[in-house]
């Protein structure tokens, strides 16, 4: 390795690449015992999380449809797209509150009391 290279500091493509790598490195990661398992596990877990078999209907406020298009389009999703992740991971207990609330694209707070 070249001299000067070791204080050359690490570019990641975005911040959850180099939040992602910095967990592996800090060893907070580990082997699957049966990988072939594990691949079919989230095979499965795919194929249930893709499959769109139903159809459902929902009304909200203009601002909100708005906002969430403004968050889809942040994301580079399909805002119907966003909606079915985000529904996904409510019901998935994935989802959680956070102490502070985040404030919507309007600049409307995002969790009322």
Avoid: F
Avoid at 37 to 54: N, P, S
Avoid at 92 to 107: F, I, K, N, W, Y
């Amino acid at each position: 390795m070249a001299e000067g290279k070791h204080n050359e500091e690490i570019r990641y493509v975005d911040e959850e690449e180099g939040r992602l790598i910095e967990s592996v490195e800090r060893g907070e990661w580990s082997p699957v015992q049966d990988v072939e398992e594990a691949k079919e596990e989230a095979r499965r877990y795919a194929e249930a999380t893709l499959r769109k078999d139903r159809r459902m209907n929902v009304r909200m406020s203009e601002r909100d449809l708005r906002n969430l298009k403004i968050r889809a389009a942040e994301e580079g999703l399909q805002y119907q797209t966003l909606v079915t992740m985000i529904l996904h991971k409510y019901v998935t207990g994935q989802l959680v509150e956070r102490d502070h609330p985040r404030s919507s694209p309007a600049g409307n707070v995002s969790r009322g009391n």
